[in-house]
């Protein structure tokens, strides 16, 4: 397993690593492979920054677009440039069984990077993650974690350490 650390001084590191992040899978990830879908778990307790980590991404990644927090709506998807970014928030959904249906809505086998926040709550959570982000404190500093087990993830956190 790969591993990425960072302390974050303020709330703007967030923005950078997630900015740094979404390039180092683009130019290592969508500019090699097409048709594919890359699956991130994100874990972190209500308020940490999660929301302000998905920014970064979509900002990254040349979308401009409003984002907040798909927790009454479940999902956002959003469109930036040859992909598509979706934003799951399954902290308030009680079967899984609907993630079948916003498979088939929203085509996630195709050129997308999706992003689950709370799978842990299901025990029939099937997306295996390409990569798991944690933010967390620790005596009142934030960190974020970011691990990957894949060939390729590890190409990736290897030019987002170069990056950061």
Known sequence: MYIFKKFLYNKFDSLYIANNFILSIINCYFNIFSNIC????????????????????IKGAGGNFLVKSPTYNIYDVYFCEK?????????????????????????LNYNS????EWPIESVNFVYTPDFIINI????????I????????GRKILFLLKKLC
Do not use: A, Q
Request: proline share 0%; net charge positive; glycine share 6%.
């Open 145 to 152: 974690i970011i691990k990957s087990s894949s060939l390729i």
């Open 83 to 107: 992909f598509y970014i979706c934003h799951f928030d399954l902290y308030r959904l009680n079967d899984f069984n609907n993630l079948n249906f916003f498979e088939n809505e929203i085509n």
């Open 38 to 57: 890359l699956n991130i778990h994100l874990y972190g307790d209500l308020g940490i920054g999660k929301t302000f980590f998905m920014k970064g991404l």
């Open 113 to 116: 990077i999706c992003i689950f």
């Open 136 to 143: 967390f404190y620790v005596l009142n500093k934030r960190y």
